[in-house]
């Protein structure tokens, strides 16, 4: 597990075009969407320098030979309403994909352990939450793994006229109880 770079994108595109139906209803699409290898390297970069300043912390998943990748764990400065700069936040999201070939194995549960722990040292945050569309039964099967408790289900609209409302579980974790 580590922050994205540029390079990676020329691993990361047939993980994305392969596994676009299972990421799409999901994740948003300025992350799951397949692009040309150069527009994403723009897209790897920018999340680097997001990292950097604080903004969110993107981390690819790999294999152990560092260039094979398997998904994406993150964490992301919240306030109670929004995503905001890590001096500005008071919670922290914790959120992540993985490829379709290699669901049930534990490793989501382990980077997801790994960034509680990680949370656990950034100043002044409460809690971490995930939040997960309620229809993603396996999403939602890793806060509770991890003693997470469902805080609230919040109806967020369709993004399209075809779609129904989304049921997003807000999942939490106080920061004290690690």
Known sequence: MRP??????????????????HLG????????????????EVRLAGFGDDFASGREFRYGLFAPDGHEVLGEAGLYPRSATRRVPL??????????WLRA??????????????????????????????RCDARNAPSA??????????ATTLLEPPTR??????QLQVWTLPLSAR
Do not use: M
């Open 4 to 21: 994205w770079r540029a390079e990676d994108a020329s691993a990361l595109h047939p993980i994305l075009v392969a596994n676009w139906k």
């Open 25 to 40: 209803p999901w994740i948003p699409a300025r992350v799951a969407t397949p692009v040309p290898v150069p527009e994403l």
């Open 87 to 96: 001096a500005d936040a008071s919670c922290i999201e914790l959120g992540y």
């Open 101 to 130: 070939d290699l669901t049930g194995q534990g490793l989501v549960s382990e980077a997801s352990r790994a960034l509680v722990a990680l949370a656990g040292t950034l100043p002044h945050l409460t809690h971490v939450e995930i």
């Open 141 to 150: 099967a890793i806060p509770k793994r991890l003693g997470f408790v469902l």
């Open 161 to 166: 006229p075809d779609e129904e409302p989304v």
